[in-house]
C-alpha cells in the first residue's frame, strides 16, 4: 500500500469535504460545478451517474473511490436519478477501465432496513426497507456489492449539524413529540459522518481489513420525546406535543464502528446539539 492515495470524492458535497478536511491523502473531488470545492480539494468537472464521463475520471487512477450521492428532492425519481444512477454508472465505468479502485466506499443510509418495531439492528439485521428510499438505495447497494473490486457500504443514521436543522428549528417552535407509542431516533452529527469515511480511508491505508457494511450511528438512541424535552430545557422554551406517524422505528447499534477503533466527537445528541446550539 502507497504511503499516500489518491481519493476521489465523486459527488462531493458537505460529508465529503468534510472527511477530505480530515484525511492527509490527495483527494480530488468530482463535480458538476467543481469551482465551489474548497481549497485542499483537487477540482474534476464531471456527472457521477454519467459511465462515459465516469470512466474517463477513472482512468487517471484512483486508489479509493468515496461516493456521497445527495438527492435533489425527497421523491422517488430524485433517488432514482441519484443514488440508482449513479451505482449504475459506476458499475459500468469501473468495469470497462484499466485502472480500477482498490476500494470504493459507497454512502448509504438506515432506511434499508425497514421498521423493525423498536428493536435493535446492526449490519447483520436483515433488510426490509418499506419507503421508495430504502428500496432505491438497497438496490444501488446491490449493484456496488457486485462491483469487481474491495467495497464498504456505510449506512448513515440521521443526519443533523449545520445547515441540517429541522428538528431544532422544530423545537424552537414548540413541537413536541408524546412519550408514548415510543419513536426513536438515530443521529449522526455531520463532522463524525466526515470522520466515519477518513477513518475507513486510513484503515484502508494501513492495510488493515474493512468490512462490507457498517452502521454509522452516535451512541445514544433516544426517544423523539426525550429528546426534544432535552433540547427545550437547553433553549428553555415550552413543547406542545404532537402526534406525528412515524414509518420507521429502530434503534441503531454502532459496535462495529466502535470496534474498528473509530472515536466520536459528538458521541450522542448531547453533545451534539449543544454545539450546534452555540454556533
Known amino acids: ?34 469551482e465551489r470545492l474548497p481549497a485542499g480539494i ?6 457521477m451517474t ?15 473511490v468515496v ?17 440508482l444512477k449513479g451505482a449504475q454508472a459506476l458499475s459500468l465505468a469501473i468495469g470497462a477501465t484499466e485502472h480500477k479502485p ?3 466506499i459507497w454512502v448509504s443510509s438506515t432506511s434499508v432496513y425497514g421498521h423493525n418495531n423498536g428493536d435493535w439492528v446492526d449490519e447483520s439485521t436483515a433488510t426490509n426497507p418499506q419507503s421508495f428510499s430504502g428500496k432505491l438505495l438497497l438496490e444501488a447497494e446491490q449493484l456496488i ?9 456505510v449506512r448513515f443514521s440521521g443526519i443533523y449539524g449545520p445547515g441540517r436543522t429541522r428538528m431544532l428549528s422544530q423545537v424552537k417552535a414548540g413541537k413536541g413529540r408524546p412519550a408514548e407509542p415510543e419513536q426513536w ?6 463532522d463524525d459522518c466526515g470522520g466515519v469515511l477518513s477513518h475507513l480511508i486510513d484503515l484502508f491505508a494501513a492495510g488493515e481489513a474493512i468490512e462490507t457494511v457498517y452502521l454509522a450511528t452516535d451512541s ?25 406517524v412515524q414509518k420507521a422505528v429502530r434503534r441503531c447499534s454502532n459496535q462495529r464502528l466502535l470496534a474498528s477503533g473509530f472515536e466520536f466527537i459528538y458521541p450522542s445528541y448531547k453533545e451534539g446539539y449543544l454545539a450546534l446550539m452555540a454556533k
Open 42 to 47: 483537487d477540482p474534476i468537472a464531471g456527472d
Open 220 to 244: 445514544a438512541p433516544v426517544t423523539q420525546h426525550d429528546l426534544r424535552v432535552w433540547m427545550a430545557a437547553q433553549m428553555q422554551v415550552s413543547l406542545t406535543d404532537e402526534i406525528v
Open 50 to 64: 454519467d459511465s462515459t464521463e465516469l470512466r474517463a475520471v477513472l482512468d487517471q487512477g484512483f486508489d479509493v
Open 145 to 153: 456489492a457486485d462491483l469487481p473490486c474491495d467495497h464498504s457500504i
Open 185 to 190: 431516533s438515530n443521529r449522526i452529527y455531520s
Open 67 to 83: 461516493v456521497t450521492l445527495t438527492p435533489s428532492t425527497f421523491t422517488e425519481q430524485a433517488y432514482r436519478d441519484s443514488y
Open 102 to 104: 482498490k476500494l470504493v
Open 1 to 34: 500500500m502507497t504511503d499516500q492515495l489518491k481519493i476521489l470524492f465523486a459527488a462531493c458535497g458537505d460529508i465529503a469535504q468534510r472527511a477530505a478536511a480530515r484525511t492527509q491523502h490527495q483527494s480530488f473531488g468530482l463535480r458538476r460545478n467543481p
